[in-house]
Protein backbone atom coordinates (compact mmCIF):
# COMPACT_ATOMS: atom_id res chain seq x y z
CA UNK A 1 0.00 0.00 0.00
CA UNK A 2 2.85 2.24 -1.24
CA UNK A 3 1.60 6.43 -0.62
CA UNK A 4 -1.05 5.54 1.89
CA UNK A 5 -0.76 7.31 5.51
CA UNK A 6 -2.01 5.22 8.17
CA UNK A 7 -1.08 4.38 11.16
CA UNK A 8 -1.76 1.05 11.95
CA UNK A 9 -1.61 1.42 15.23
CA UNK A 10 -5.49 0.74 16.98
CA UNK A 11 -6.44 2.83 20.02
CA UNK A 12 -8.99 2.67 22.25
CA UNK A 13 -9.15 6.34 24.06
CA UNK A 14 -9.00 9.94 22.47
CA UNK A 15 -5.94 11.67 21.18
CA UNK A 16 -4.27 14.43 22.62
CA UNK A 17 -5.28 17.89 21.43
CA UNK A 18 -2.28 18.57 19.75
CA UNK A 19 -3.09 19.09 15.95
CA UNK A 20 -6.87 18.19 16.51
CA UNK A 21 -9.85 20.31 15.59
CA UNK A 22 -12.17 21.25 18.51
CA UNK A 23 -15.25 19.18 16.73
CA UNK A 24 -12.88 16.22 16.69
CA UNK A 25 -12.08 16.67 20.22
CA UNK A 26 -16.03 16.97 21.38
CA UNK A 27 -17.36 14.22 19.98
CA UNK A 28 -14.67 11.92 22.22
CA UNK A 29 -15.64 13.97 24.75
CA UNK A 30 -19.36 13.00 24.08
CA UNK A 31 -18.56 8.99 23.38
CA UNK A 32 -16.63 9.25 27.26
CA UNK A 33 -19.74 11.11 28.81
CA UNK A 34 -21.93 8.51 27.28
CA UNK A 35 -19.85 5.37 27.86
CA UNK A 36 -19.41 4.20 23.98
CA UNK A 37 -15.56 2.36 24.06
CA UNK A 38 -14.32 2.56 20.31
CA UNK A 39 -11.53 1.60 18.21
CA UNK A 40 -9.58 4.32 16.44
CA UNK A 41 -7.53 4.66 13.16
CA UNK A 42 -5.69 7.92 12.73
CA UNK A 43 -4.97 8.13 8.67
CA UNK A 44 -4.63 10.61 5.66
CA UNK A 45 -8.01 11.95 4.70
CA UNK A 46 -9.63 9.41 3.33
CA UNK A 47 -11.54 10.10 -0.05
CA UNK A 48 -9.41 7.53 -1.80
CA UNK A 49 -10.73 3.75 -1.81
CA UNK A 50 -7.22 2.43 -1.38
CA UNK A 51 -7.24 3.73 2.49
CA UNK A 52 -10.85 3.00 2.65
CA UNK A 53 -10.40 -0.38 2.23
CA UNK A 54 -7.16 -0.28 4.43
CA UNK A 55 -8.87 1.15 7.12
CA UNK A 56 -12.16 -1.47 7.14
CA UNK A 57 -9.24 -4.32 6.99
CA UNK A 58 -7.54 -2.89 10.00
CA UNK A 59 -10.59 -1.88 11.97
CA UNK A 60 -12.43 -5.48 10.58
CA UNK A 61 -15.43 -3.67 10.01
CA UNK A 62 -17.54 -2.50 6.58
CA UNK A 63 -17.35 1.81 6.04
CA UNK A 64 -21.08 2.50 5.83
CA UNK A 65 -21.78 4.92 3.22
CA UNK A 66 -23.29 7.94 4.93
CA UNK A 67 -25.04 10.26 2.50
CA UNK A 68 -26.59 14.20 3.40
CA UNK A 69 -30.02 14.54 1.40
CA UNK A 70 -32.57 16.80 0.58
CA UNK A 71 -35.92 17.54 -0.58
CA UNK A 72 -36.11 19.55 -3.93
CA UNK A 73 -37.48 22.58 -1.80
CA UNK A 74 -34.75 22.08 0.87
CA UNK A 75 -37.17 21.31 4.26
CA UNK A 76 -36.48 18.53 4.95
CA UNK A 77 -32.81 16.97 5.49
CA UNK A 78 -31.96 12.86 5.40
CA UNK A 79 -28.72 10.84 6.81
CA UNK A 80 -28.63 7.89 4.99
CA UNK A 81 -26.86 5.38 6.35
CA UNK A 82 -25.76 2.06 4.26
CA UNK A 83 -23.70 -0.67 3.38
CA UNK A 84 -20.73 0.81 1.47
CA UNK A 85 -21.01 -1.59 -1.17
CA UNK A 86 -24.48 -1.14 -1.80
CA UNK A 87 -25.23 1.05 -4.68
CA UNK A 88 -28.03 3.93 -4.04
CA UNK A 89 -30.81 4.38 -6.30
CA UNK A 90 -33.12 7.57 -5.71
CA UNK A 91 -35.92 6.42 -6.22
CA UNK A 92 -35.92 3.42 -3.97
CA UNK A 93 -35.51 5.64 -1.33
CA UNK A 94 -38.30 8.44 -1.87
CA UNK A 95 -41.05 5.42 -1.46
CA UNK A 96 -40.11 4.67 1.38
CA UNK A 97 -39.99 7.90 3.09
CA UNK A 98 -42.57 9.39 1.13
CA UNK A 99 -40.62 12.50 -0.04
CA UNK A 100 -40.24 13.27 -4.19
CA UNK A 101 -36.60 14.49 -5.41
CA UNK A 102 -34.29 13.87 -3.08
CA UNK A 103 -30.52 14.62 -4.07
CA UNK A 104 -28.07 15.28 -2.23
CA UNK A 105 -27.56 18.53 -0.02
CA UNK A 106 -25.05 21.34 -0.31
CA UNK A 107 -22.15 21.37 1.95
CA UNK A 108 -23.29 24.78 3.40
CA UNK A 109 -26.27 22.74 5.04
CA UNK A 110 -24.01 20.07 6.44
CA UNK A 111 -22.37 22.34 7.98
CA UNK A 112 -25.27 24.43 9.31
CA UNK A 113 -26.83 21.52 11.01
CA UNK A 114 -24.09 18.87 11.58
CA UNK A 115 -21.15 20.59 11.80
CA UNK A 116 -19.39 18.70 9.15
CA UNK A 117 -17.69 18.85 6.38
CA UNK A 118 -18.33 16.58 3.17
CA UNK A 119 -16.04 14.11 3.24
CA UNK A 120 -16.50 14.01 6.96
CA UNK A 121 -19.88 12.97 7.07
CA UNK A 122 -21.09 10.51 9.84
CA UNK A 123 -23.74 9.74 12.45
CA UNK A 124 -21.47 10.94 15.19
CA UNK A 125 -22.13 14.94 13.28
CA UNK A 126 -25.92 14.45 14.61
CA UNK A 127 -24.38 15.51 18.14
CA UNK A 128 -24.51 18.59 16.77
CA UNK A 129 -28.21 18.92 15.65
CA UNK A 130 -29.57 19.69 18.64
CA UNK A 131 -32.80 21.20 16.65
CA UNK A 132 -33.31 17.67 14.81
CA UNK A 133 -33.61 19.26 11.79
CA UNK A 134 -31.83 15.83 10.38
CA UNK A 135 -33.78 12.37 10.19
CA UNK A 136 -31.46 9.43 10.42
CA UNK A 137 -32.17 6.79 7.95
CA UNK A 138 -30.45 3.64 8.48
CA UNK A 139 -30.09 0.48 5.99
CA UNK A 140 -31.45 -2.74 7.98
CA UNK A 141 -28.60 -4.44 6.83
CA UNK A 142 -26.27 -1.60 8.78
CA UNK A 143 -28.41 -3.16 12.01
CA UNK A 144 -27.27 -6.76 11.25
CA UNK A 145 -23.36 -5.75 12.02
CA UNK A 146 -22.22 -5.88 15.92
CA UNK A 147 -19.79 -2.36 15.08
CA UNK A 148 -20.33 0.33 12.61
CA UNK A 149 -17.49 2.18 11.16
CA UNK A 150 -17.52 6.08 11.17
CA UNK A 151 -16.01 9.46 11.28
CA UNK A 152 -15.49 11.20 14.45
CA UNK A 153 -16.73 14.05 12.34
CA UNK A 154 -13.45 14.76 11.02
CA UNK A 155 -12.13 12.14 7.58
CA UNK A 156 -8.64 11.87 9.25
CA UNK A 157 -9.39 8.93 12.02
CA UNK A 158 -12.10 6.06 11.61
CA UNK A 159 -13.54 4.23 14.41
CA UNK A 160 -15.37 1.29 15.50
CA UNK A 161 -18.95 1.41 17.43
CA UNK A 162 -20.78 -1.30 18.55
CA UNK A 163 -23.76 -0.69 16.68
CA UNK A 164 -25.90 -1.39 20.23
CA UNK A 165 -24.28 1.86 21.39
CA UNK A 166 -25.17 3.84 18.95
CA UNK A 167 -28.78 2.66 19.02
CA UNK A 168 -29.21 2.60 22.84
CA UNK A 169 -26.78 5.35 23.95
CA UNK A 170 -26.12 7.74 21.11
CA UNK A 171 -29.41 7.95 19.32
CA UNK A 172 -31.52 8.90 23.37
CA UNK A 173 -28.44 11.20 24.04
CA UNK A 174 -29.04 13.30 20.59
CA UNK A 175 -33.42 12.85 20.82
CA UNK A 176 -32.88 11.55 16.97
CA UNK A 177 -35.11 8.77 16.11
CA UNK A 178 -33.93 5.78 13.17
CA UNK A 179 -35.89 5.22 9.84
CA UNK A 180 -35.08 1.66 9.15
CA UNK A 181 -35.49 1.19 5.27
CA UNK A 182 -34.12 -1.57 2.48
CA UNK A 183 -32.48 -0.28 -0.45
Known amino acids: MQGIKINRTLYTSKPSEANRTKKEMETYDLLEKLGIHYFRIDHEETPSIEVCNEVEKLLDIEICKNLFLCNSPKTSFYLLMMPGRKKFRTKD ?3 QINSSRLSFAEAEDMEKYLNI ?5 SVLGLMNDVNRCVKLLMDKEVLKAEFIGCHPCVNTSSLKIKTSDLLTKFLPYTGHELTIVEL
Open 93 to 95: LSR
Open 117 to 121: IPGSV
